[in-house]
């Protein structure tokens, strides 16, 4: 495979599966930052701010700055800022929360801390994400109240699936946009992939080319199709979501066969 001088890797099931980093991923991103690659970490994932991912890439060993974490949250905050939507009803994680607040937004369903709540306060737009501990009943309800009342619903991936360790296959923040999607009759814009902006967006403030860039991603429904809307070149790797190869792909085991 040839050198490239950008690789944009996705996070969960391509360099790690829940705490644990996929076998040789650590060894292989060191030694294509020594051989003068820059590195990307785009995720899909809203689950924690730039910091935290840094934090957590770097205790596994991963070289990472928060300069080179693009997440689904700064996506989003990305989409709602260039349409002036400044108060937001969030259903999501703390990391979602902190992220669009550093941004300049308004979570109204999170006054005083990053913890989401249900409330009937009026919004500009809905803000979905992967949402783990806070996702209730009544939380649906009110996030279905306020996608019915902006009519404008932004969700940050609609991937339905993400492994953990051992292989298990969890619901990812797909299966909450399924069921806001279900209620509200609001269709979502999908911000993160296979939408090529923030993977466009971090690429341009690098200024690499997207013909000098690697798109490496466990799922073919969002990081293939967001490297191909991109312009880049792609690996499916098998250490996550897919499990075979897939026609008209390049496919490899994992990162440490780049
Ligand atoms: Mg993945």
Redo the contacts with the bound molecule.
Sequence with gaps: MRFYSCYAF?????LYRGQEPVPGAVSKVQSLVERGAQVLYVT?NSGLTQAEYVSKLTKMGFPAGESQVVTSALAAADYCSARELRRLFVVGEPGLVATLRSQGFEVVNAPDSDLVRPSDASADALVSGICRDALSYALLDSAMQAALQSGVYVACNADLT??LEGGRICPGSGSIVAALQACSGVTPVVVGKPAPDMLTSALGRLGVSPLETLVV???VD??IECGRAAGCDTVLVLS??AREAVEGVTCLGSVLDL
């Design positions: 996705d996070l969960d099931g391509t899909n993400y492994p991603g466990d799922r969002t990081d996550g979501v």
